[in-house]
Structures are given as C-alpha cells and as structure tokens.
C-alpha cells in the first residue's frame, strides 16, 4: 500500500511539479490553500504526510498545518517557506510540533531525504500505534473474562446492558462511543473486591444495610484505580468512576460534579444498569422505563429519551434452543448454564451474558465435572438473523 502525501501551495507550477515527481512512488494528492487541505485530509484520510506552504491565501501554513495537528495528529507536517518567513517559521517550527522546516527553492536531495525521513518516523508511530491498541483490546478481554469467571452473575449484566448503551451512545452523538462502551464492559470490576453477600443482593435487587450500602459504593472508585493504569484509559476510568452519580450531583463521588459536567458514557451507565435492574426484578421494559422516569433528579432526560426511542428495537428477539456443543460465540444466553454434581448445583453463566470462545471452553472444561441441562436456551436479536439470510 503506497503512502498517501498531501501538498498544499498556491503555485499551480510547483504542485504539478511535486505531481510529476512524487506521484510514481506515493499517492500525491495536492491543494491550493489550507481550506482545500483540509477537506482533503479528511476524504483521503489516512494521510502519511502533509507538506505546506507558509504563505497562501487565507489561512497560512502555521496555521493550516496546526489544524492538521488538531485533526490528523499520526499525519507528518513539514513546511516550505521563502528565505523573508525563515524567522517566523522558526518559531513556528518550535510552537507548532512541525517536523521539518525546508526553504524554498529546495534542493531535490534536501526533500527527498526529508521525505525519507519523514515517513519512516510515521511507520514507526504507526507500528507503535498499532501495538498500543493490540495490547490494549488483549487487556480489555482479558479483564472481561476475568470477570465473567470469577463473577458469572455480575458480567451476566454487563452483557445485557451493553446493546442499550450501544444504543444510547449512537443516538446520543457521543464523541467518545469506543470509551463508553469499554467503562460498560469494565464497569462492574471492582464488584470482584466485594464480598459475596453484597454481590448477590445487588443482583436479586435486595435492600442493602447501611453498611453494605457503603461497601458497595466503592466499587467504582476500586475498578477505576485499576484503570488508570492501562495507557489510553483515563477517560474510561472517568466514566466507571462516576457511573453511580445522579444527573442532580447527588450520589458518588460527592464531588459537586452534575449535569452535563458528569461524563456522557457515565450518564448513560447510569440509566442502562438501573433499567437492567428493573428488567432482572421482572419488570417489563415499559414499567422500567416508567419507574426511571419517577426518579426526579436522578438521570439525564436526553439519556432516557434515547432508551426510549429504541426500545421497539431492542424489544425483538428470536429464541432457540442448542445442544452444548452447538454454542458459538455471540450467541447470547436467554437462561442461566448451570452444572449440577450430586446434590451441588453451581452457576457457569448467567443469563443475558454473550458467550465468548473462552467462555464457551469455560463450560465445556465445567461439562467434564458436571452435569449440564441441555438443550440450552439462546436469544438471537431479528437483525441479526436477517443479516445473516443477507449474507
């Protein structure tokens, strides 16, 4: 795949120039002014490297190669100016995180050498990049699978809340929809440093003593200290760590943070698992929904709208039942797997929960000590049983 180089100059001559030169190597792609650039960058998107001209018309090269920084910050940015801008491209060189600094005329060994250098510094970002995300989406699983199996019922709700704060985050223009959906799957990971007695209370919807109460409002503040110390994480340790805050500013942390000061995906957290909540205490989604809506102060009117305006959606299932060895991941399950030796019975996977490949091992490792009711009950959402006849 061959690099994509940006040009933007407002000498028609000079950019059919770089055209005839660059383009049998890279993909050239040229602009007459920092406008055009920008609608360039963003069609083409990724751009390796952007090289600008200081002066043009309206916006100049400082700042036409600052939005470039703004909006493409992986993209190289190297700028061309005339001997009379030298001083002040200097100093933009060292305020503006450019790359390189070439004068005009440019010898073609100068440029080429600056060219060289400059995409090898994107390929090494790129590849580091690349790991980061890598590394992170493997702590992620494994985070998730930790909690699946230590915690069966608590990720048994983290698996149905997730279409609703899918949902949610789409209707609601969310900016950062990879962060909240992350805090969602991550949400209840301090539920692990809390005592049995609470977790199970807090599942079956029972009142908890003013102790426990107390206990069980720290998990946020556990899960999002576990957070903070994964690179790229920070705004998903936000999000965990205020999902137990009402939209009036009361609950946790007592902070004097509210309304659109608390973050979004923590506002949507907020309404899927209380919704959840309701649903598990075998409430209809409409009777949930009711009850959320009584709850003066509590959660944002825009989040409840957009649950709302999607429940007919997410209200259509299709039910099936699979024998053991027919489960596949994405399947999600419409009955807790139980396994049963003698008179002990043991929860594997609660209801709701996707089943992932590790959790199906999980089970079957669980079927050679254990008697496991079959067929099993699965739920299966239309659209994906359409799109599956589409396919």
């Given amino acids: 795949m061959k690099h994509k180089i940006l ?9 059919k120039s770089f055209e005839r030169v660059l383009g049998q190597r890279f993909e050239t792609h040229t602009a007459p002014d920092g406008a055009s650039g920008l609608r360039v960058l963003a069609e083409e998107a990724p751009i390796s490297l952007v090289i600008s001209d200081y ?4 916006m100049n090269g400082v700042e036409f190669l600052a939005k470039v920084l703004e909006r493409s910050p992986q993209t190289v940015r190297i700028m061309l100016t005339g001997y009379a801008d030298a001083d002040t491209a200097i100093t933009a060189v060292n305020e503006g995180n450019l790359f390189r600094l070439l004068t005009k005329p440019c010898p073609p060994k100068v440029l080429a050498k600056a060219l060289a250098d400059g995409l090898r510094i994107y390929e090494l970002q790129s590849a580091e990049r690349e790991l980061l995300e890598q590394t992170l989406k493997a ?8 909690l699946s199996i230590l915690k069966p019922g608590v990720y048994g709700r983290v698996s149905r809340i997730l279409p609703y704060v899918r949902g949610m985050s789409r209707a609601m223009g969310d900016p950062a929809p990879w962060e909240t959906e992350t805090a969602a799957m991550l949400s209840m990971l301090g539920f692990i440093c809390l005592p049995e007695a609470i977790v199970s209370r807090v599942l079956e919807n029972q009142a908890l ?3 426990q109460l107390t206990r069980f409002l720290e998990h946020p503040l556990m899960a999002a200290k576990l957070l903070r110390g994964i690179p790229r ?17 009361s609950g946790t942390p007592e902070d004097g943070l509210a309304g659109d000061d608390i973050p979004l995906g923590a506002r949507i957290l907020k309404v899927a698992v209380d919704f959840d909540a309701f649903i598990s205490n075998r409430a209809s989604k409409a009777e949930a929904l009711v009850f959320l809506q009584q709850r003066k102060g509590w959660y944002d009117m825009k989040a409840l709208g ?11 299932f299709i039910f099936r039942e699979v024998r053991l060895l027919a489960l596949e991941p994405g399947q999600v399950l419409s009955e807790d797997v139980t396994g ?10 609660s209801r709701g929960q996707e089943l992932s490949e590790s959790l199906i091992e999980f089970i079957y490792e669980h079927a050679k000590h ?8 699965i739920v299966i959402p239309v659209a994906q049983t359409q799109e599956a006849g589409g396919a």
Avoid: F, W
């Avoid at 702590?139 to 930790?146: Q, T």
């Avoid at 705004?235 to 760590?241: E, F, N, Q, R």
């Fill in 306 to 316: 957009a649950l709302d305006s999607m429940l007919g959606e997410e209200a259509k």
């Fill in 7 to 15: 040009i933007v100059d407002d000498d028609e001559k000079l950019l």
């Fill in 139 to 146: 702590n992620i699983h494994l985070l998730c699978d930790v």
């Fill in 233 to 249: 994480m920070a705004g998903v340790a936000d999000i965990v760590l205020y999902q137990e805050k009402r939209y009036d500013g």
């Fill in 370 to 377: 254990y008697t496991i009711s079959e067929p099993i009950k």
């Fill in 55 to 58: 002066r043009m018309p309206g």
């Fill in 340 to 349: 049963r030796r003698g008179t002990r019975e043991v929860l594997l996977v």
């Fill in 209 to 211: 003593t003013e102790g």
